[in-house]
């Protein structure tokens, strides 16, 4: 019977600010997930005195973790993937001294955690930074922000270093080729040479603090995280498959400097043909050389890309406007369901960097409805859930090196995409709806006496 190894990581990941809520409180400052009221993809919407959104409260995660975590523990976590809110800990992201409450609030956070054996995968930034660094400063457009992020990585390492041991620079760092706002706070309107000058501090950024986290804590590691979308050729036409070719290193580029330390040259090909120029400085070049230990990844869909002009047009407009694939189901979202495309992406990663992979998010999101006895008997999450982890297993099979696995909000919580609470994913069912109605309990679904059984027998019951 294959099983997984046994020092395995299993869990589930949140975001703060898809979860935590509080957010003016003990001294947080304003990120651009707080002005964003509509999601990543939203406008910037400038907070009024008095208004409300619902993400300010979230899930509530902030006062009540210590419930939450509890559950996790019922269900045989031993690894939870947060991030913390830069806000907290440096409410403007300038200032030289970081915010004490905040500080103490993660200090609470990582000590229930190890109260109940869950190790912390802690992400640096996930899809916020402090609103005043892009009000001031312009965001990652302006390079002395990789000093603010640097000098918040080392506050958090020093802080936090008998606590944290793994570590994850920027969430879905690829995203800001999608969402500039969100990924490196700058305007939609950004052309394509700002928002790469911009990627480029934040690569800078991120090797600083791989640097900052092997000098501070040396028996740590510390991992990139890309949002894993797999591209195929719509059709085997060798326009197509140079077509998907060109587009997965779209997104593998991050993956190839983080990794390798450079740029790689199909890169330098695409910056001459689109008239880019960038500037990287000596300094650069060398801060770019502390790689990362490990790879993670986010992995929901794949998608198909195609030169015929007719069918992208129809395409565009899907999140990552890829062609939809004709043999796979879509869920509620039209996100395409691949579970096989986990196991083809775990190999692709492997064969192109050996080094170790984890998967930090994967997920259904659905509207689920809780029955006449309050239970959400969610089967189409189970089954979701149950055929990637079959292919996360072939792929360990196959010789891949899989740290673990922490499917994507293990309890209900806000959707980055569209901020609402209707599209759920968690094992654990939150009474919260899009209006903000309702009381914040917390229930057990279906799913969550499935995930334990899975956990419990090392994946022996899939
Ligand atoms: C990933 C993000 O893109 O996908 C998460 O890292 C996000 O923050 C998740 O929540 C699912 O997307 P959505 O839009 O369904 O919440």
Redesign the pocket.
């Known amino acids: 019977m294959k099983t997984f190894p046994n020092d395995f990581l299993w869990g589930g990941a949140v975001?703060a600010n898809?979860v935590e809520g509080a957010y003016l409180e003990d001294g947080k400052g304003l990120s651009t997930s707080d002005v964003q009221p509509q999601?990543?993809f939203g406008p910037v919407v400038e907070r009024v005195a008095g208004d409300s959104g619902i993400k300010d409260v979230a899930i509530d995660f902030y006062h009540r973790y210590p419930e939450d975590i509890k559950l996790f523990a019922e269900m045989g976590f031993n690894c939870l993937r947060v991030s913390i809110a830069w806000t907290r800990i440096f409410p403007n992201g300038d200032e030289q001294q970081p915010n004490e409450a905040g500080l103490a609030f993660y200090d609470k956070l990582f000590d229930e955690l190890a109260a109940h054996n869950i190790t912390p995968l802690v992400t640096l930034s996930?899809?916020e930074m402090p609103w005043g660094l892009v009000k001031q400063y312009g965001g990652w457009g302006n390079r002395q922000v990789i000093g603010f992020f640097e000098h918040y990585a080392r506050t958090v390492f020093t802080r936090y270093q008998h606590k944290v041991k793994l570590w994850l620079t920027f969430?879905?760092i690829n995203?800001s080729l999608h969402a500039p706002m969100t990924g490196v706070g700058l305007p939609e309107t950004s052309s394509k040479a700002e928002v790469y000058q911009a990627i480029h501090h934040q690569l800078v950024a991120s090797a600083l603090a791989v640097k900052a986290c092997h000098e501070i804590i040396p028996d740590a590691k510390i991992g990139n995280?890309l949002?894993g979308g797999l591209v195929y050729p719509l059709t085997c036409k060798p326009d197509d498959v140079l077509e998907a070719l060109q587009e997965n290193r779209a997104w593998q580029f991050f993956g190839d400097v983080q990794c390798r330390g450079a740029y790689p040259g199909y890169m330098l090909r695409f910056f001459r043909d689109n008239g880019i120029t960038l500037e990287i400085t000596e300094a650069d070049r060398e801060a770019l050389k502390s790689t990362i230990d490990f790879i993670s990844f986010?992995y929901?869909m794949t998608g198909c890309v195609t030169t015929d002009d007719e069918l992208n047009q129809q395409a565009r407009g899907n999140i990552l406007s890829m062609v939809p694939n004709p043999h796979l189901a879509s869920s509620e979202?039209g996100?395409q369901i691949d579970p096989v495309g986990l196991r083809t992406l775990l190999n692709v990663l492997w064969d192109r960097y050996q080094k170790p992979l984890f998967i930090v998010?994967n997920?259904l999101?659905a509207k689920d409805k809780p029955d006449a006895d309050g239970m959400v008997q969610d089967d189409y999450r189970i089954s979701y859930l149950n055929d990637h982890l079959v292919q996360v297993r072939e792929a360990i099979e196959d010789g891949v090196e899989v740290m673990g696995y922490t499917s994507?909000?293990p309890i209900d919580?806000?959707?980055?995409?569209?901020a609402e609470l209707s599209?759920r994913?968690g094992f654990i069912y939150v009474d919260r709806d899009d209006s903000g109605a309702g009381t914040l309990a917390r229930s057990r679904k279906k799913s969550f006496y499935w995930y334990q059984e899975v956990i419990a027998t090392h994946g022996a019951s899939l």
């Open positions: 975001a898809q999601g990543v996930h899809y969430n879905e995203m995280m949002l986010s929901y979202w996100w998010e997920g999101g994507w909000g919580l806000v959707s980055a995409s569209r599209k994913y």
